[in-house]
T-cell receptor, first 112, second 110 residues
């Protein structure tokens, strides 16, 4: 199996609150999990990633959690701001493979 | 200085016409290169990847082809465009796991 499922497809949160996006993967050999943010009309930008030797990574208001047993990883955005409104994509890959398997994306809307 | 350039920025083409999109990487030696396609509001679909000059692997068939004539250049083309080719074409590079995207080319097929 090579699919990555991403939920929810749309997420509306109040400014200042937290937002969480979840992804599950099928290939147990997956060992690299990036998250990308894409604003309208722009290219996707890598915002944070995690490798399989870690369970948690944090940078600048972003937290990524990885549960290898459940084959699940998640992105948490704390203290959301209007600039966080965008599409977010998760992906998974295996080192020996040159493919990233992408989730279907989450549209995050920050309500003022 | 921008590492990755794509040309053209946007293109409007007729069904059945040929297409050539380009991608150039500056300042990186022997990067892995990738072509992606994204429908409006859709996810990213990897089309091709290349780990060395002259070698291109296809990930999904969309009546497109790719070539890597130089270490820093990746070309996407087709002889005959279909309506379904409309979308956002993104080139990306990597030296490890992390992939970095170019600005993209927006293609409209009429």
């Amino acid at each position: 199996g090579e699919q990555v499922e991403q939920l929810p497809s749309i997420l509306r949160v109040q400014e200042g609150s937290s937002a969480s996006i979840n992804c599950t993967y099928e290939n147990s050999a997956s060992n690299y999990f990036p998250w990308y943010k894409q604003e309208p009309g722009e290219n996707p930008k890598l915002i944070i990633d995690i490798r399989s030797n870690m369970e948690r990574k944090q940078t600048q208001g972003l937290i990524v959690l990885l549960d290898k047993k459940a084959k699940r990883f998640s992105l948490h955005i704390t203290d959301t701001q209007p600039g966080d409104s965008a599409m977010y994509f998760c992906a998974a890959s295996v080192d020996s493979n040159y493919q990233l398997i992408w989730g279907s994306g989450t549209k995050l809307i920050i309500k003022p | 200085a921008q590492t990755i350039h794509q040309w053209p920025v946007a293109e409007i083409k007729a069904v059945g016409s040929p297409l050539s999109l380009g991608c150039t990487i500056k300042g990186k030696s022997s990067p892995n290169l990738y072509w992606y396609w994204q429908a409006t509001g859709g996810t990213l679909q990897q089309l091709f990847y290349s780990i060395t000059v002259g070698q291109v692997e296809s990930v999904v068939q969309l009546n497109l082809s790719a070539s890597r004539p130089k270490d820093d250049q990746f070309i996407l083309s087709t002889e005959k465009l279909l309506l379904s080719h409309s979308g956002f074409y993104l080139c990306a590079w990597s030296l490890g796991n992390e992939q970095y995207f170019g600005p993209g080319t927006r293609l409209t097929v009429l």
